[in-house]
């Protein structure tokens, strides 16, 4: 029922800023206990947790903190992640996905989309 889709550029250049966009269906973006996550995972290595917004806020992981900026337009039923001064150990699969308040658990996941970062 709950559907999310990324988007957004799948090649940038060293020093640009990355800009993706969820896009979720069949849910509110608003309801409570619930967050919505940006997860990345590079080639050959495993999924790391970028940050999430929720009611309550947005919250980042501390690696990243100083280039992340998540936001989201409830009237559009999106969020959107924005991650400065890219550099090639940015390329990764980028994944966003629901997350449920109190809890390390994702139920539902976009279908990733791969960003490159190549001079």
């Known amino acids: 029922q709950v559907q999310l889709q990324e988007s957004g550029p799948d090649l940038l250049k060293p020093s640009q800023t990355l800009s993706l966009t969820c896009t979720v269906s069949g849910g509110s973006i608003a309801t409570s206990y619930l967050y919505w996550s940006w997860i990345r995972q590079p080639p050959g290595k495993g999924l790391e947790w970028m940050g999430a917004?929720?009611?309550?806020?947005?919250y980042y992981s501390p690696s990243l903190k100083s280039r992340t900026s998540i936001s989201r337009d409830t009237s559009k039923n999106q969020f959107t992640l924005q991650l400065s001064s890219v550099t090639p150990e940015d390329t990764a699969m980028y994944y966003c996905a629901r997350g449920i308040v109190n809890s390390d658990e994702h139920d539902y996941w976009g279908q990733g989309t791969q960003v490159t970062v190549s001079s």
């Open positions: 917004i929720a009611n309550s806020g947005t």
